[in-house]
């Protein structure tokens, strides 16, 4: 088992910043994905971004630009810094890990709130 803990979220003003963390503890694995996803009331939960255990990431195309991902192996640790945020980026954020083998690990959820 993989648990994922989550930090980070909160309320901002349309233009601020904000990071989140999630870190990793339990099994892990050498070679992972690990990501960000979103989900907002009444809508599929969607794909900000993922970084590899090797560094190669993959943005959402509505976030390139402004929401920068990476991890460090060392500490089970992944970051996303989220820059000039927008209303529409309001909603849940979910840490995701997954490895080969077909495991998959969630985190509870954040809440990122953009508005004034």
């Known amino acids: 088992q993989v648990q994922l803990v989550e930090s980070g979220g909160g309320l901002v003003q349309p233009g601020g910043t904000l990071r989140l963390p999630c870190a990793a503890s339990?099994?892990?694995?050498?070679?992972?994905?690990m990501g960000w996803y979103r989900q907002v009331p009444g809508k599929q939960r969607e794909l900000v971004a993922t970084?590899?255990?090797?560094?190669?990431?993959n943005y959402a195309d509505s976030v390139k630009g402004r929401f920068t991902i990476s991890r460090d192996n060392a500490k089970n640790t992944m970051f996303m810094q989220m820059n000039s945020l927008k209303p529409e980026d309001t909603a849940v954020y979910y840490c995701?890990?997954?490895?080969?083998?077909?495991?998959?690990?969630w985190g509870q959820g954040t809440q990122v709130t953009v508005s004034s």
């Open positions: 995701s890990y997954s490895a080969t083998g077909g495991y998959e690990y």
């Open positions: 339990g099994r892990t694995f050498s070679m992972s994905v």
């Open positions: 970084v590899t255990s090797g560094g190669s990431t």
